[in-house]
């Protein structure tokens, strides 16, 4: 099909609140030859759209804009359908259902390097394609590159039940660690049914001084000082915060997409989805996960403009 001049995508023109943001019709992509158009069926909401709406901290200036942004399209994570592919890819071909990341995911289109997508999980919906990308890879890049997670270590996964620790769960248990997660009381079963052998409630109890020990110590919502967590690390152990060894969106790739492809289509790793708003609630969506209690992902649906 022919791709149109204009789309419609979720942009801001000053940092600030929530109420900043706009649907608005701008210039839809052109790809390269090494590039390929994806048409967003749908996205996800993360840290780092909050942080670019915010402007803050201030490095996120850098790629978003100095003193304001102009017509910046939020967004990161996504799933969609290849609608058009450059001369020099070889991996896809329209019509081929696709996940992964790129900037300005929340549009009718985007376009990104072929090795930053990977052909959709054949047991997820788009909806949930497009939660995995960040959270999931986050919590792959802490627990198995930085940390250097083994079989039978326990591991203690610190916001067990938000985005990046949903993920952090499921796979320290798929790499057959001995996980305890810690959320608050209303998340308590879900965690359990990710894969936590146990669970703990901070309103309730304070795991520094539970005498226990751990081989490996995960923040994955970056609450926990390195001082506290280290009270609990056995002598060799590793403390890791998500936003310090967890890379960041920029450093996916298409082998970790893929790692997590095979878990998840081997039933090993699920999404977790807290809600789901259409793109004309993007406002309230936004407001939701600015709040910083969402358990797991939130999605937003692009298919009523499609």
């Not at 910046?72 to 001369?87: F, K, N, Q």
């Not at 001082?227 to 915060?241: A, E, H, I, P, Q």
Request: glycine residues 10%; neutral net charge.
């Amino acid at each position: 099909m022919s791709i149109p001049k204009l789309m419609k995508a979720i942009v801001i023109n000053a940092y600030g609140s929530p109420d900043a943001i706009e649907i608005k019709e701008v210039a839809a992509p052109t790809i390269k030859d090494n590039e390929v158009l994806v048409r967003v069926h749908a996205a996800s909401l993360n840290a780092g759209d909050v942080f670019a709406l915010r402007g803050s901290p201030w490095l996120i200036r850098l790629s978003v804009g100095l003193r304001r942004p102009k017509d910046y399209i939020l967004g990161w994570d996504m799933a969609g359908r290849v609608e058009a592919v450059g001369s020099q890819v070889t991996r896809f071909k329209p019509g081929d259902e696709v996940f992964g990341s790129c900037s300005g995911s929340l549009a009718e289109y985007v376009h990104t390097a072929e090795d930053k997508l990977a052909p959709k999980p054949a047991n997820l919906t788009f909806e949930q394609a497009a939660a995995v990308p960040t959270a999931a890879v986050s919590a792959l890049m802490g627990l198995r590159d930085a940390g250097k997670l083994q079989p039978g270590q326990k591991v203690l996964i610190n916001g067990a039940s938000g985005g990046v620790g949903t993920f952090a769960v499921q796979i320290a248990a798929a790499f057959g660690a001995e996980v305890t997660g810690v959320c608050s009381t209303s998340n308590l079963e879900m965690v359990r049914s990710l894969g936590a052998e146990k669970v703990i409630d901070y309103t309730r109890e304070d795991f520094t001084r539970s005498g226990e020990t751990y081989d490996v110590i995960f923040d994955a919502v970056d609450k926990l000082s390195s001082s506290r967590g280290k009270k609990v690390l056995k002598r060799s152990g590793t403390y890791l915060n998500v936003g310090r060894d967890s890379g960041s969106g920029n450093d996916l790739g298409v082998e970790d997409l893929t790692f997590l492809k095979e878990l998840i289509e081997a039933g090993m790793l699920r999404a977790v989805i807290d809600r789901r708003y259409p793109m004309e609630q993007i406002v309230e969506a936004h407001r939701y996960v600015e709040q910083g209690h969402k358990k797991g992902n939130v999605v937003i649906t692009m298919d009523k403009l499609l």
